[in-house]
């Protein structure tokens, strides 16, 4: 079923994510526009190009015509439709690609603003479904801007922005793909009783039960045989691919219950949106 998204909430969202990524990125140095980001092959100055080149898209301008086919990082067609305007803007300054993200960012937002519920709650084609409305389009947008701003922060040695509303629309991105964590990515067997309890600034607690598939559920049918606990930006890390699990597991993961099927877990929990 297609997903309303009550468009007084995400504009403001939309509004204060590209209000903190220009206030991050609007001191940098060229040589810290140049810092290696997390992801493969991205600086940082790449990070704000793929966010302003999604958005120039989105405000009509047409893709460039630029291949990406050589890049071997590049896992579907959304990604590699998000790369073109990367490797566009490669050639730019980091003053530059910021100036492109401050105008799209002000034009984009005008935009939404203008629009109605109505307008939100249409069809549109999304990165997870061609069968989504165009309000669960700018959410994920925002999920995938509060992403590359983390990305950015951890770059650069700065803290992550503990904004409780930010994180709490970007975990309802994540929460739809539980059951396929736990049951493909993880693999998980059937029987088993899953809790994931995420602690800091926003706090959940996720259920989830292995039958013939697994389920995200409200309660367990018995106790859980399978425990993971960590901070909430830890799990953003993970479940979007942002680190070597084994790197934060040891000393930002507590494991509970069968320890090797945890572990299973907390090393497999990176997913594609």
Not at 115 to 135: I, K, L, N
Not at 204 to 228: G, K
Not at 243 to 265: F, K
Request: charge should be negative; include cysteine.
């Amino acid at each position: 079923m297609p997903t309303i998204v009550a468009k007084e909430t995400i504009v403001p969202l939309l509004a204060e994510e590209w209000a903190a990524v220009a206030e991050m990125c609007s001191t940098l140095q060229e040589s810290e526009f140049m810092m290696q980001s997390c992801l493969p092959g991205w600086t940082v100055k790449d990070q704000l190009s793929h966010i302003a080149g999604i958005e120039l898209m989105l405000n009509g301008v047409r893709a460039p015509e630029v291949d990406v086919t050589h890049l071997t990082h590049l896992k579907n067609d959304v990604a590699r439709m998000g790369e073109v305007w990367v490797e566009d803007m490669r050639s730019l300054s980091g003053a530059e690609v910021l100036q492109i993200f401050l105008d799209v960012t002000t034009e984009r937002l005008a935009a939404l603003q203008a629009m109605t519920q109505e307008q939100f709650d249409a069809p549109s084609w999304t990165p997870v479904s061609a069968d989504e409305t165009y309000g669960r389009f700018m959410r994920i947008r925002h999920y995938d801007t509060f992403m590359h701003e983390h990305d950015i922060r951890q770059a650069l040695g700065l803290e992550d922005r503990a904004d409780p509303a930010a994180i709490g629309s970007a975990l309802l991105e994540i929460e739809p793909s539980l059951g396929y964590i736990v049951g493909r990515k993880a693999g998980l067997p059937e029987g088993s009783r899953i809790r994931i309890d995420l602690t800091g600034e926003v706090q959940r607690t996720y259920l989830v039960e292995v039958t013939d598939r697994a389920r995200v559920v409200d309660n367990l049918s018995a106790a859980a045989s399978v425990e993971v606990s960590m901070p909430v930006m830890v799990f953003f890390r993970l479940t979007g691919g942002r680190c070597e699990p084994s790197e934060v597991i040891a000393e930002q993961v507590l494991l509970a219950g069968d320890q090797e099927l945890a572990l299973q877990l907390a090393s497999n929990l990176s997913f594609t949106l």
